[in-house]
């Protein structure tokens, strides 16, 4: 296989092109707090799962960043990073 830029992009080791995948647990606890945020609006519970969500989130894009499988996913770990910093800094 021709090892051209679009294939290290979107192409793992294997070759399979992964663009989406089930979701690992530091992104499903991100998610899940940040919504139960949205529930519990006030409080030490709200600040407590603010700082799950956050920790959380932070965790998954830096591993996407640094052990992402392909270009793709790696760029999306930056993405992310950048996006929960600016947030937290609101």
Request: hydrophobic residues 55%; charged residues 10%.
């Amino acid at each position: 296989m021709e090892n051209t830029f679009i294939d290290r992009t979107f192409r793992d080791s294997e070759g399979k092109i992964v663009i989406a995948q089930m979701p690992n647990l530091p992104l499903s606890v991100g998610i899940v707090a940040t919504l139960l945020t949205l529930i519990i609006t006030t409080g030490q519970i709200n600040l407590g799962l603010q700082l799950v969500a956050f920790g959380s989130l932070f965790t998954w894009a830096w591993q996407e960043l640094f052990q992402g499988v392909n270009y793709f996913r790696r760029a999306l770990g930056l993405i992310g990073l950048v996006g929960i910093i600016a947030w937290a800094l609101q």
